[in-house]
């Protein structure tokens, strides 16, 4: 089974009230990024940058307690890679082997 690479982007916004909050970005149960958001009223838009066999990845995005709110990820999609990829209900990559 030969890696790909592939880019995924999500557009990422928190409500939260008290301290600036931080947030995790995981793939399956590895930690891919962890964040402070100090933004009011927008979103961001995140990066991925996976290199992977082909399989099914959990993609999962979570406040650090003790943050007060609520984080939100729309239209998760990829943006380069592999055209045997895609996303599943926002939350799941798919890669696909490069030769099916």
């Given at each position: 089974?030969?890696?790909?690479?592939v880019i995924v982007k999500a557009d990422v916004?928190?409500?939260w009230t008290g301290a600036d909050p931080n947030y995790r970005v995981y793939v399956?149960?590895?930690l891919f990024a962890e964040?402070?958001?100090?933004?009011r009223e927008?979103?961001?838009e995140?990066?991925?940058?996976i290199w992977a066999g082909p399989g099914?990845?959990?993609l999962r995005w979570e406040l650090v307690p003790p943050a007060c709110g609520t984080i939100e990820v729309k239209n998760v999609r990829i943006a380069e890679g592999s055209l045997?990829?895609?996303?599943v209900k926002n939350s799941l990559l798919r890669i696909e082997n490069e030769s099916i």
């Open positions: 089974m030969t890696r790909q690479f916004s928190v409500d399956n149960n590895e964040r402070t958001w100090v933004w927008q979103y961001l995140e990066f991925l940058q099914k990845y959990e045997n990829s895609r996303i």
